[in-house]
């Protein structure tokens, strides 16, 4: 029986993405356990198929002490366990649970990475700071599985490590994903005080600087007074909540944009609204276009590293340069003139399908 250990910085990694793929595993035979920072409870059908967690004092800040604190257990317990695969993923635990390899030679390192700070067309810094740091680990590194094409390119022709692997994403269920009913969808909008004309843009994303919402709040302003049925919810909280706020109030949008803070009815808000978008400045393979397709709903994204692997036609959207509010609201209007057409998006998501990317880590893990 081979064992594998899942290590992460935080434990909400692994809760998000990572458990069907641990399931999966488990029923190959394999033994498999997760060691990361607990900052949430690990979802009780991990421990409930015997995976052992193991608490460590990660953080995200890569000069925290707590990380030489937590090499140090993860040693300890490499020593007891005696893993044959260590599969890393996020930034701070991918460089320690790789650096196993200096004192156990015959461990198998796996790595995903969600998107290197560092890209194609990317700022100076980011290739400064990150490039030499991941030019080092991947020596070792056995396999290293990237999520889009511009990082699997850089891996090959810049990186390289002994092997590796383009598979898109983390996988999604397109079962989890169940249409309202036009009841539903009427309840659900007068909840939000939403009128039935109303077009409404969603956008589910963190407040913060990278996630780029003020390029919707500028293209809004543009839009206002020939489309006041126009309407966008922002799904999410941030450090950027205020300044966005001040911005809607300060260009007579509050009627227009609606902050609905953190949800736990992401899918029913997805219903409801005609389309979604994304205006990120970096994304490694974004899932919540995926979540948007698998409600059949068109998007628009900015023209960048994951967005683009995504958005390959104007039948799934439209892409925008990164700050370019003018095209944003023509791309926004276009969607509101054709927004009578139908759309089934099953045949592009295949790819992503959660079964779909198990399969192929099962077969990276032989």
Same mark, same amino acid.
């Given at each position: 029986?081979?064992k594998?250990l899942?290590?992460t910085?935080?434990?909400?990694?692994?809760?998000?993405?990572? *458990?069907?793929?641990i399931k999966?595993?488990?029923?190959?035979g394999y033994?498999?356990?997760?060691?990361?920072? %607990?900052?949430?409870?690990?979802?009780n059908?991990?421990?409930d198929?015997?995976?052992?967690i193991f608490?460590?004092p990660?953080?995200?800040?890569?000069?925290?002490?707590?990380?030489?604190?937590?090499? #140090?257990?993860?040693?300890? %317990?490499?020593?007891?366990?005696?893993?044959?695969?260590?599969? @890393?993923?996020t930034?701070?635990?991918?460089?320690?649970?790789r650096m196993? #390899?200096l004192?156990?030679?015959?461990?198998?390192?796996?790595?995903t990475?969600?998107?290197?700070?560092?890209?194609?067309?990317?700022?100076? *810094?980011g290739?400064?700071?990150?490039?030499?740091i991941?030019k080092?680990m991947?020596?070792l590194?056995?396999?290293t599985?990237?999520i889009?094409?511009?990082?699997?390119?850089?891996?090959k022709?810049?990186?390289?490590?002994?092997?590796?692997?383009?598979?898109?994403? @983390?996988? +999604?269920?397109?079962?989890?994903?169940?249409? !309202?009913?036009?009841?539903?969808? @009427?309840?659900?909008?007068?909840?939000? =005080?939403?009128?039935?004309?109303?077009?409404?843009i969603?956008m589910?994303?963190?407040?913060? #600087?990278?996630?780029?919402?003020?390029?919707l709040?500028?293209?809004?302003?543009?839009?206002?007074d020939k489309y006041?049925? *126009?309407?966008?919810?922002?799904?999410?909280?941030?450090?950027? $909540?205020?300044?966005?706020e001040?911005?809607?109030? +300060? #260009?007579?949008?509050?009627?227009?944009?609606i902050?609905?803070?953190f $949800?736990?009815?992401?899918?029913e808000?997805?219903?409801i609204?005609?389309?979604?978008?994304?205006?990120?400045y970096?994304?490694g393979?974004?899932?919540?276009l995926?979540?948007?397709?698998?409600?059949n709903?068109k998007?628009?994204?900015?023209k960048?590293r994951g967005?683009?692997?995504? *958005?390959t036609?104007?039948? %799934?959207?439209?892409?925008?340069?990164?700050?370019?509010?003018i095209?944003?609201a023509? =791309?926004?209007e276009e !969607?509101y003139l054709?927004?009578?057409?139908?759309?089934?998006?099953?045949?592009?998501?295949?790819?992503?399908?959660?079964?779909? %990317?198990c =399969?192929?880590?099962?077969?990276?893990m032989?």
């Open positions: 029986m081979k594998v899942y290590i910085t935080v434990s909400r990694t692994i809760n998000a993405f990572l *458990i069907p793929h999966m595993l488990v029923s190959n033994k498999v356990d997760c060691a990361c920072c %607990i900052d949430k409870e690990i979802n059908e991990l421990t198929l015997g995976v052992e608490d460590l990660f953080s995200r800040n890569p000069f925290s002490y707590g990380n030489l604190k937590a090499f #140090k257990k993860l040693i300890n %317990i490499q020593k007891e366990k005696k893993y044959d695969i260590v599969h @890393v993923h930034p701070v635990a991918s460089i320690y649970g196993l #390899k004192k156990f030679k015959g461990i198998k390192t796996i790595y990475a969600h998107g290197y700070h560092f890209l194609k067309g990317g700022s100076k *810094i290739w400064i700071i990150y490039y030499p991941e080092v991947a020596k590194t056995d396999v599985i990237n889009n094409i511009d990082d699997y390119e850089i891996t022709k810049r990186l390289k490590p002994k092997q590796c692997y383009l598979v898109p994403g @983390v996988g +999604i269920n397109l079962e989890e994903y169940k249409p !309202l009913s036009e009841t539903e969808k @009427v309840k659900k909008r007068k909840e939000l =005080k939403i009128n039935d004309d109303d077009f409404v969603i589910i994303a963190e407040l913060n #600087k990278n996630k780029n919402q003020i390029q709040v500028n293209a809004m302003e543009l839009l206002k006041p049925n *126009i309407k966008a919810i922002l799904v999410g909280e941030g450090q950027n $909540r205020n300044i966005l001040k911005e809607v109030e +300060i #260009k007579g949008l509050q009627n227009n944009i902050f609905l803070g $949800r736990n009815d992401v899918n808000l997805i219903n609204a005609d389309i979604g978008v994304l205006l990120s970096r994304e393979l974004p899932r919540n995926m979540e948007l397709m698998a409600n709903k998007v628009i994204a900015t960048i967005c683009k692997d995504i *958005i036609n104007n039948n %799934i959207g439209r892409l925008v340069d990164i700050n370019d509010y095209d944003t023509n =791309k926004i !969607l054709d927004k009578e057409n139908s759309n089934n998006f099953v045949k592009y998501l295949e790819k992503y399908e959660e079964k779909n %990317i =399969k192929k880590l099962k077969d990276i032989r």
